[in-house]
C-alpha cells in the first residue's frame, strides 16, 4: 500500500511506518551534534545532567523531544510513557507507537538503557507501579521527571469517572478567524463558553493532579533521588489569544499545573531537595494545535517573523536550550525563572519587537498576501512530519507492505 496523509478539518487521520522512524532518527542526530557543541561549551560541565530520567508523555512533541536531549544529549538512561494505537493488518499505528519503537531501537545501537511503554494508560496506577518497578529492578532513582502528557480524556484511577477535555473560552463566546492550513481558506471561528462542569473536567485531565500522583507514587517508594527535577510544560501566549486559551478552559488547567508545581516542592523539597517547575514553552506546532481556534493562523505568522530573524525553533530546539541553558548549566548555578517561579523559554517569541510585528502582520493579513506575511507552509510541513509525512529521505511512492 502506498499511503498518502488522510487530513480532515486540520486533523491527520494516519502516519506513514517510515516516515515516523525517519523522523526521529533525524532528531536524535541533531541532538548528537548538539551534544558535541556542548562539549565544548562553557556554561555547561559534565556532572550538571540526568542520568535516569521518566519522560511520561514519551512520544511526539515536547515529551519526545525531551527524552532525545536527556538519552543522545546528555547519556541518560530513560524511560517512557504513552497510550498508541497499535498497527492492524490494514491500518498503521499512531506516529507515537512507530517513535517509541525507534527510539528503543536508536538507544539500544548507542548502548544506552531505554524503556517504553505505548499499551499502558499513563493516568493509570498500572503506569506508575510499571515505572517504580523498572527502577527498582535496574537499581536506579529517578533525578529528572518530566511531565508531558496531551491527552483529551482521563480516567480517574480511583474511582473510573471518564473526564473530557474541551478548549472553550470562559464567561462569553469566542469569535476570532482561522485557516485551514491545507486549503489556505480563512475562516470564522466561533465558540461557545464552556460550563463549569466542562471547566472542571478539563483541569481533571490537563490539570496537575495526576502528576502529583507520578511524583508521590515515587517518593512513597523512595524513588527520588537527592535533589531531583521534575517538570511540567504549559504555554501562556499573545494577549490577543487569551480568551481562547490562557482565559478559557485550557488556561483554567495550566494554572492548575502552575500550583501543583509549587506544592510539590513544598511537599518534597525540604526533606528530599525535590525542583519542581513549569516551563513555558514557545509555540510550535504538535498534532493538537492545528485544530485550536486562530492559533494555526498565529503560529504561521511568528513561524515567519523568527525565521526572517534567524531565531526560529522547533521542539527539539527549545528543549536543546532548556536543558543547556537552564536546567544543566554548571552545577551550583541557579535554575532562571519569572517572578511567578516559571521557567521561560518563550523569551524569544514574546519579545516585544516580534510580537509587534506579528499584530502589525495579523491586522492586514489575507488571501492574497498570506505568504508573503505567513509561513502556512512550514506550518504545514512541520505538521506532516509529526506524522511521519514530508520527512526528507523517505521515498513515499513505495509500497508499504506491513505496518509493523
Known amino acids: ?18 516516515g515516523c522512524r525517519k523522523e526521529v532518527r533525524l532528531q536524535a542526530a541533531r541532538v548528537m551534534n548538539f551534544r558535541e557543541r556542548l562539549s565544548k561549551s562553557s556554561i555547561n560541565d559534565s556532572s550538571a545532567k540526568p542520568n535516569h530520567a521518566l519522560i511520561i ?51 539500544q545501537e548507542k548502548g544506552l538503557f531505554a524503556a517504553s511503554f505505548s499499551q499502558i494508560d499513563a493516568f493509570s496506577h498500572t503506569a506508575k507501579q510499571k515505572a517504580i518497578e523498572i527502577a527498582l529492578e535496574n537499581k536506579f532513582k529517578y533525578d529528572l521527571v518530566i511531565y508531558s502528557l496531551a491527552s483529551s480524556v482521563r480516567v480517574d484511577p480511583d474511582t473510573g ?11 462569553r463566546q469566542y469569535a476570532g478567524r482561522t485557516i485551514d492550513i491545507f486549503t489556505e481558506k480563512f475562516s470564522e471561528a466561533s465558540v461557545q463558553p464552556a460550563t463549569e462542569e466542562e471547566i472542571t473536567q478539563t ?42 486559551y490562557r482565559d478559557g478552559t485550557i488556561g483554567q488547567a495550566k494554572l492548575h499545573l502552575e500550583e501543583t508545581a509549587k506544592l510539590l516542592e513544598k511537599n518534597y523539597g525540604k526533606d528530599n531537595g525535590l525542583r519542581s517547575f513549569v516551563s ?26 523568527m525565521k526572517e530573524r534567524n531565531i526560529h525553533e522547533d521542539c527539539l530546539d527549545q528543549m536543546m536550550r532548556l536543558f543547556s541553558e537552564r536546567l544543566y548549566q554548571k552545577r551550583g548555578t541557579g535554575i532562571p525563572t519569572d517572578e511567578e517561579g516559571r521557567i521561560r523559554i518563550d523569551d524569544l517569541e514574546m519579545g516585544p519587537s516580534v510580537q509587534n510585528e506579528i499584530s502589525s502582520r495579523l491586522a492586514r493579513i489575507d488571501e492574497s498576501n498570506l505568504h508573503e506575511l505567513a509561513d502556512v507552509k512550514g506550518f504545514r510541513s512541520d505538521f506532516l512530519r ?3 509525512f514530508d520527512v ?9 507492505v506491513s505496518f509493523e
Not at 280 to 305: C, D, E, M
Request: charged letters at 20%.
Open 203 to 244: 483541569i481533571k485531565v490537563m490539570g496537575g493532579e495526576d502528576w502529583q500522583l507520578w511524583i508521590d507514587a515515587l517518593k512513597k517508594k523512595d524513588l527520588l533521588a537527592p535533589e531531583a527535577l521534575t517538570l511540567a510544560y504549559s504555554y501562556i501566549g499573545p494577549p490577543f489569544s487569551w480568551p481562547i
Open 280 to 305: 513555558i514553552n514557545k509555540a510550535v506546532v504538535t498534532r493538537a494545535s492545528a485544530v485550536i481556534p486562530i492559533i494555526p493562523l498565529y503560529i504561521s505568522t511568528l513561524f515567519k517573523v
Open 1 to 18: 500500500m502506498i499511503i498518502k496523509p488522510m487530513i480532515r478539518n486540520n486533523i491527520c487521520l494516519n502516519a506513514h511506518p517510515e
Open 386 to 388: 509529526a506524522h511521519g
Open 161 to 171: 469517572v471518564l473526564y473530557r477535555s474541551v478548549i472553550k473560552p470562559i464567561g
Open 57 to 107: 508523555g514519551c512520544s511526539t512533541g515536547y515529551g519526545l523531544a525531551s527524552r532525545l536531549v536527556a538519552a543522545f544529549g546528555y547519556g541518560a538512561e530513560t524511560v517512557g510513557f504513552s497510550y498508541e494505537k497499535e498497527p492492524s493488518a490494514t491500518k498503521p499505528a499512531t506516529p507515537g507507537w512507530y517513535a517509541n519503537k525507534e527510539f528503543d531501537r536508536l538507544a
Open 392 to 400: 526528507p529521505g523517505v521515498d513515499y511512492e513505495r509500497d508499504i
